[in-house]
């Protein structure tokens, strides 16, 4: 555990929907007691008919500008969920190594969250649909409307996630 899991102060932290397609992100203040204080949020979209490595680099270039922009302390992303399709797991966990490398380069304490622990943090349950999280996310962030992005909704879920288990920690 690092120090900055055991102080009550208000932190940025960014959280994390991983891909090499598209990468949701969210940015964040977090405060004990209080609720997130969303400070930004979206999709990155890498470009389809470039090579795997091009595609990596954009995620970095993306990724550091928002840590240049933001300045967190923090990193929460969700861990890969694996399916049936094993290049697309594959590809998805390189891309979340390079995440996390850029992320520990610039010395962000990283926390990750399965996609059952954002389910419950956020809807409730462990096995909420992807219509329930959205719900939550817009009520618990009060967002009028629901961002465009499954991936960006993801992030901010992932966002919220660590909210509560900061919380929980600092009890």
């Known amino acids: 555990m690092t120090s900055s899991t055991t102080s009550a102060s208000p932190l940025i932290v960014l959280g994390i929907d991983p891909g090499f397609d598209r990468m949701g992100w969210a940015v964040g203040r977090v405060e004990l007691g209080e609720p997130v204080d969303q400070l930004g949020y ?54 979340r190594g390079v995440i996390i490398g850029r992320c520990l380069d610039n010395r962000l304490a990283m926390f990750e969250y399965t996609p ?13 649909d992807k219509q329930a999280v959205t719900k939550m996310v817009c009520t618990l962030l009060g967002l009028a409307t629901p961002p465009q992005s499954d991936d960006a909704v993801d992030a901010l879920a992932v966002l919220l996630t660590h909210s509560t288990a900061r919380t929980m920690v600092l009890v």
């Not at 923090?74 to 290049?87: C, D, G, P, Q």
């Not at 059952?116 to 909420?128: C, F, L, P, Y």
């Open 116 to 128: 059952t622990q954002i389910k419950q943090a956020v809807a409730g349950h462990g096995r909420a």
């Open 42 to 95: 979206g999709c990155v979209q890498t470009n389809s008919t470039d090579s795997i490595d091009r595609r990596y680099v954009q995620l970095t270039r993306h990724l550091q500008d928002l840590i240049d922009r933001f300045r967190p302390a923090e990193l929460a992303i969700e861990s890969v969920f694996f399916s049936k399709n094993t290049r697309t797991a594959l590809r998805v966990s390189e891309a």
